[in-house]
């Protein structure tokens, strides 16, 4: 069954460091996709994270989270991986990757869920003291 795995959630104290990694599996390559992270608190809408697109190599990444987080692309693995540096306790969230086929608007695709192929089941990041 083509799908996305996700792995890395954990509990930090702010200021420190997770990497998130997205894998297909069940026969669906990444090659062609765009790869979005979204995330979701208690009470709040899905927001978008960042975005890499595999059509132009572009990344786009929401301001919220700029300068701290990292999106990258493991080809031979078929895995991408969400770096998350200097945490903040306003980051805690479920964390859910997405892939979508064809268009390679990593902008327009970071402000558009509704748009993806595929989700990932989620992983919990909590960040507290």
């Known amino acids: 069954q083509a799908q996305l795995v996700e792995s890395g959630g954990g509990s930090v104290q702010p200021g420190e460091s997770l990497t998130l990694s997205c894998a297909g599996s069940g026969g669906l390559n990444l090659d062609g996709y765009a790869v979005g992270w979204f995330r979701q608190a208690p009470v709040k809408e899905r927001e978008g994270v960042s975005c890499?697109?595999?059509?132009?190599?572009?990344?786009y990444t929401a301001n919220s989270v700029k300068c701290r987080f990292t999106m990258s692309i493991d080809n031979a693995k078929n895995t991408v991986h969400l770096q998350m540096n200097s945490l903040k306790p306003e980051d805690t969230a479920v964390y859910y990757c997405?892939?979508?086929?064809?268009?390679?608007?990593?902008?327009?695709?970071?402000?558009?869920?509704?748009?993806?192929?595929?989700w990932g089941q989620g992983t919990q990041v909590t960040v507290s003291s």
């Open positions: 997405a892939a979508e086929y064809g268009s390679g608007n990593a902008e327009f695709l970071l402000r558009s869920p509704i748009a993806y192929d595929y």
């Open positions: 890499l697109s595999s059509i132009d190599s572009v990344t």
